[in-house]
């Protein structure tokens, strides 16, 4: 019990992490084009990141039980992925690079597991077919959304600011800005909903494999009655699971990630409030219909890209590559590094264990 706690303790510290990790994602544009103040910003963006992370579980289902066999998975094995996630968010944050929660959260999972599993290759969900006849796994869940979806969120949001730039082209810019002005509080609210929707279910799911696990290996089993509500036979996210997390989300957000913010909205591309609504609503856009179906999409990836696609329609020159580089770096560098010290860490673990 008392590990189960370490376990849930870290989930919520990732959880809050995430929040201000990522909390650029959703104010970044927002504060940049100076339609909000940061202060108004973030408020904003932690109400609508608890409204959407209450909105669904698919992509919590995905985290918990779609990504490597649950059977090897032990309370110790959650607690090394959770901290392997959370060190490298604390990295990347310092270094102000917008890298991947959910990749890093995901890497570190795949190399607990490996390690709690003796290095046995297979209980890595490659591919698979689910109950209802979809493809499921890290091919189609993981891999390939990291691969399109910055892809689709660069040629969707050239594509978007580009036609918007077609259609005014008669229109003043101080008619545009003002209007765009008030429509980008519409697309901040969307991008924040929409990165609650994605982001905060990850933690749920990670939470419930904890509790699932614990049931299974018979660790809730002598507690006093008023802590049934921990007994989880079958996996299916809680409902005080989901509340907590998504307050704890909120509260990250709330907290800020300046840093960040810096990167994605001044560094990256001087961006007006035309530029910074395309940007959020071709986000928006992909984040949510990814969480609908349960992928545990990069929204870091998605927001950035968007930006990149945005930016490059003013000139291509107006985005600075250099940054844009440095930021690739850090995707391409998640999913291996946090999952080699996943790795590391769940054997540090079983040899404290076994001492």
């Not at 109400?47 to 918990?64: D, H």
């Not at 959770?82 to 570190?108: E, K, Q």
């Not at 590391?344 to 079983?350: E, H, N, S, V």
Request: hydrophobic share 55%; with cysteine.
């Amino acid at each position: 019990m008392t590990f189960f706690l370490l376990v849930l303790l870290a989930a919520f510290a990732f959880e809050y992490i995430n929040g201000f990790h990522d909390s650029a994602n959703a104010i970044a544009t927002v504060v940049s084009t100076k339609v909000l103040t940061p202060r108004q910003a973030i408020v904003w963006a932690a109400f609508w990141n608890l409204f959407g992370a209450m909105a669904g579980t698919a992509v919590a289902t995905t985290i918990g039980k779609g990504l490597v066999d649950t059977s090897v998975v032990t309370m110790p094995t959650v607690f090394a992925a959770l901290l392997s996630a959370i060190v490298w968010n604390l990295l990347t944050w310092w270094l102000g690079l917008p890298s991947s929660s959910s990749h890093a959260l995901i890497g570190g999972l795949c190399g607990a597991a490996l390690a709690s599993a003796n290095g046995r290759w297979s209980v890595l969900k490659w591919s698979i077919v689910d109950a209802k006849g979809s493809s499921a796994g890290l091919w189609p869940k993981i891999v390939l959304p990291m691969i399109t979806s910055p892809a689709a969120g660069f040629l969707l949001g050239m594509l978007l600011m580009f036609l918007l730039t077609f259609a005014l082209q008669k229109v003043t810019p101080r008619i545009i800005s003002l209007t765009f002005g008030k429509a980008q509080l519409v697309s901040a609210g969307f991008m924040g909903f929409s990165h609650g929707s994605n982001d905060a279910q990850k933690t749920m799911g990670i939470i419930t494999l904890a509790l699932f696990t614990g049931t299974q290996a018979g660790v809730f089993t002598h507690l006093p009655s008023w802590l049934s509500f921990l007994q989880m036979p079958e996996f299916i996210v809680p409902r005080w699971v989901m509340i907590s997390c998504a307050l704890t989300m909120a509260a990250g957000t709330a907290a800020g990630g300046w840093r960040i913010i810096r990167t994605m909205g001044h560094k990256m591309v001087k961006l007006q409030p035309i530029h910074g609504f395309a940007a959020e609503t071709t986000a928006a856009l992909i984040i949510h219909t990814a969480s609908t179906i349960g992928i545990p999409l990069s929204t870091t990836h998605v927001i950035s890209t968007s930006i990149m696609g945005v930016g490059s329609v003013k000139r291509f020159s107006a985005v600075k590559w250099g940054i844009v580089e440095r930021i690739v770096w850090a995707w391409v560098l998640t999913l291996p590094v946090t999952g080699v010290t996943g790795y590391l860490l769940m054997q540090l673990l079983r040899a404290a264990g076994s001492n």
